[in-house]
């Protein structure tokens, strides 16, 4: 029997929930550029917690991006609540304040119903038993194995029509970064997305090689914006030790 939203040939490897590639605490903060405007503001990916959230335990991911030009200023935030031992998101928040458009997006997860519910709206079938949001995916990716090419199709949206995602294992990158020099593996995400990517689009993610995975660099092609390209500068975590995190992902 395959697992919920992996393909059948995955099963083996990824059917049963693993310990996370990364620990509470953990802080990467990136800088920001944009092809068509340059270095424009930073970002932070964060992992916050325990926090009680409707009777389960979960670890908030937050992701904060901040840019500026000129007078022009854009800020996104996104929000991801995930019970850490079976990997799925219980609660997702997406705020985006653009100088010609703000958006918020609120979606509550009811596992034990199988429904979500966006925006206070009608609640709609779960595409799958283990859900994700697009930010707990990012942190899903860590989990890989990096140490070959190859090829995963996953179903693990809460939203059907955001479903499959596939993921290109590539080749070995060196990336010289403010954070220090790192040995990575690159990752092609096809995602689905009509709102950021008129349909479909592809984010490449440069994964440390080391133990933690953490996302190097992330790169995304979007219409009107250009190329976005977020770069590490720092690693930090708010924890002595990163609670949870791998022996051999020490920050």
């Not at 990916?45 to 009680?52: A, I």
């Not at 799958?128 to 199709?153: A, K, N, V």
């Not at 990517?197 to 992330?218: W, Y």
Request: proline fraction near 6%; charge should be neutral; include cysteine.
């Amino acid at each position: 029997m395959s697992a919920p939203g992996i393909a059948p040939a995955l099963a083996a490897t990824l059917s049963a929930p693993s310990r996370p590639a990364f620990g509470m605490g953990e802080v990467l903060d990136y800088r920001v550029n944009v092809s068509r405007a340059g270095n424009v503001g930073q970002g932070q990916m964060r992992v916050e917690g325990p926090v009680m959230e409707r009777a389960t335990l979960t670890w908030r991911l937050v992701f904060v991006m901040q840019a500026q030009r000129g007078p022009i200023k854009a800020i996104d935030r996104t929000t991801s609540w995930i019970d850490p031992t079976t990997f799925a998101t219980t609660r997702f928040e997406k705020t985006e304040r653009h100088p010609l458009s703000r958006d918020q997006e609120t979606v509550e997860i009811d596992a034990s119903a199988g429904t979500w519910t966006r925006n206070n709206g009608a609640s709609q079938s779960l595409a799958t038993t283990l859900p994700l949001d697009e930010l707990s995916f990012m942190y899903f990716l860590r989990g890989l194995p990096l140490d070959h090419e190859g090829t995963f199709t996953f179903s693990r949206h809460f939203d059907e029509a955001r479903n499959p995602t596939v993921v290109y294992v590539r080749g070995e990158e060196m990336v010289d970064t403010p954070a220090g020099l790192f040995r990575t593996r690159v990752l092609d995400m096809h995602v689905r997305d009509p709102k950021r990517f008129q349909g479909a689009g592809v984010i490449r993610i440069n994964l440390d090689m080391a133990g933690c995975h953490m996302p190097v660099r992330i790169t995304s092609k979007m219409p009107i914006i250009g190329t976005t390209t977020l770069t590490l500068t720092n690693v930090s975590s708010t924890a002595t030790v990163a609670e949870h995190a791998p022996a051999s992902c020490a920050l």
